[in-house]
């Protein structure tokens, strides 16, 4: 049978800190998102090992439902990074300072 | 497939089961490590993929079949498909010195709130006993769903049927969501009219 849970949930916890990391460090948009990725994906795993710890299947409906989320960010937040790089032509985070006083 | 999920417990994890996860488990960090350190978005894309994989991988090994595959179409066919067709499109595919550092001490701040974090999860893994609450709230992984001989059962069975009575309402919000957004990234992508942007040029232009 599968490993314990905690080596799952040891491994979740690593992918969602590594996507933090890339979500607060990196500059282009792009990637940033892509690190949002890893978070979700991460928490998926979780919610996966929690749905065989407990015997649950509400864990992996969870997950479904996380993923049809994740595609409709995508897509909207691309939108967005294309009509920005239309007016800006960049996706550097750091570029986009319209706003500054 | 397995029916015996009440000795999960009981049961040692096999040779097998070990290497599967020692070896996803390298590629997942290994993945994820690409994405945050790539200079190149392309790149970065890719390493998302191997990242995807692994946990698709892990997705099988703890019964969760239906996911893994979706996991695959959805997110390695369709979303890291539209990142690249983005980075592409837009032709930022060049590489960018990951190793400049426009706010000082911002990396250092990021580590370090990061691995307060992460000890904190850890810590929480080692100490608590965090599996708690009732078991089985909304249903079992696999088994049949109806009393019947030669009712389907398995995860995807399960999965289905409650996807489709307990998280009807969910479902269906969803359907809305993904609706609303094919709406929203098609009124973003699409170009305004000549006039409105000659306009805007003129507004904008000093």
Redesign the interface.
Same mark, same amino acid.
Request: charged residues 10%; hydrophobic residues 60%.
């Given at each position: 049978m599968s490993l314990s849970a905690g080596w799952y949930l040891g491994l979740a916890a690593l992918v969602f800190s590594i996507g933090a990391i890339g979500l607060l460090v990196r500059r282009n948009v792009l990637i940033m998102f892509m690190c949002i990725e890893l978070m979700l994906n991460a928490a998926n795993l979780t919610f996966v090992t929690f749905a065989r710890v407990l015997n649950d299947i509400g864990g992996q409906a969870i997950v479904f439902f996380v993923l049809v989320v994740a595609a409709a960010e995508v897509v909207v937040g691309l939108g967005i990074v294309v009509t920005n790089f239309r007016r800006r032509s960049t996706t550097v985070a750091d570029d986009l300072h319209s706003l500054k006083g | 497939m397995?029916h015996l999920?009440?000795a %999960?417990a009981s049961?040692?994890?096999?040779w097998p089961?070990?290497l599967v996860?020692a070896a996803s488990?390298a590629v997942?960090?290994v993945g994820?490590?690409g %994405?945050?350190t790539?200079a190149n978005?392309v790149h970065?894309?890719l390493s998302?993929v191997m990242?995807?994989f692994g946990?698709a991988v892990?997705?099988i090994?703890?019964?969760?079949d239906?996911?893994a595959a979706?996991?695959i179409i959805?997110?390695a066919g369709? $979303?890291v498909v539209?990142?690249l067709f983005?980075?592409m499109?837009?032709g %930022?595919d060049r590489r960018?010195d990951?190793n400049v550092e426009?706010l000082a001490g911002?990396?250092t701040l990021?580590?370090v709130?990061?691995?307060i974090?992460?000890a904190g999860?850890?810590a929480m893994?080692a100490t608590s006993h965090?599996?708690t609450?009732a078991? &089985?709230? %909304?249903?079992?992984?696999s088994g049949p769903i109806t009393k019947a001989t030669g009712a389907p059962s398995g995860?995807v069975a &399960?999965?289905g049927k &409650?996807?489709f009575t307990?998280?009807l309402f969910?479902f269906e919000a969803?359907a809305a969501?993904?609706v $609303?957004?094919?709406v929203?990234?098609v009124v973003?992508?699409r170009?305004p009219a000549v006039s409105e942007r000659d306009e805007h040029e003129q507004g904008v232009s000093p």
């Amino acid at each position: 049978m599968s490993l314990s849970a905690g080596w799952y949930l040891g491994l979740a916890a690593l992918v969602f800190s590594i996507g933090a990391i890339g979500l607060l460090v990196r500059r282009n948009v792009l990637i940033m998102f892509m690190c949002i990725e890893l978070m979700l994906n991460a928490a998926n795993l979780t919610f996966v090992t929690f749905a065989r710890v407990l015997n649950d299947i509400g864990g992996q409906a969870i997950v479904f439902f996380v993923l049809v989320v994740a595609a409709a960010e995508v897509v909207v937040g691309l939108g967005i990074v294309v009509t920005n790089f239309r007016r800006r032509s960049t996706t550097v985070a750091d570029d986009l300072h319209s706003l500054k006083g | 497939m397995l029916h015996l999920s009440l000795a %999960v417990a009981s049961t040692r994890p096999t040779w097998p089961d070990i290497l599967v996860f020692a070896a996803s488990a390298a590629v997942i960090l290994v993945g994820a490590v690409g %994405v945050v350190t790539s200079a190149n978005p392309v790149h970065a894309a890719l390493s998302l993929v191997m990242t995807l994989f692994g946990v698709a991988v892990l997705f099988i090994e703890q019964e969760a079949d239906f996911l893994a595959a979706v996991q695959i179409i959805v997110y390695a066919g369709a $979303i890291v498909v539209l990142f690249l067709f983005v980075i592409m499109f837009l032709g %930022v595919d060049r590489r960018e010195d990951v190793n400049v550092e426009p706010l000082a001490g911002q990396r250092t701040l990021a580590f370090v709130m990061v691995g307060i974090t992460l000890a904190g999860i850890i810590a929480m893994l080692a100490t608590s006993h965090w599996v708690t609450g009732a078991h &089985q709230v %909304v249903g079992p992984i696999s088994g049949p769903i109806t009393k019947a001989t030669g009712a389907p059962s398995g995860e995807v069975a &399960q999965l289905g049927k &409650q996807l489709f009575t307990t998280y009807l309402f969910a479902f269906e919000a969803t359907a809305a969501l993904l609706v $609303i957004a094919v709406v929203g990234a098609v009124v973003l992508a699409r170009r305004p009219a000549v006039s409105e942007r000659d306009e805007h040029e003129q507004g904008v232009s000093p």
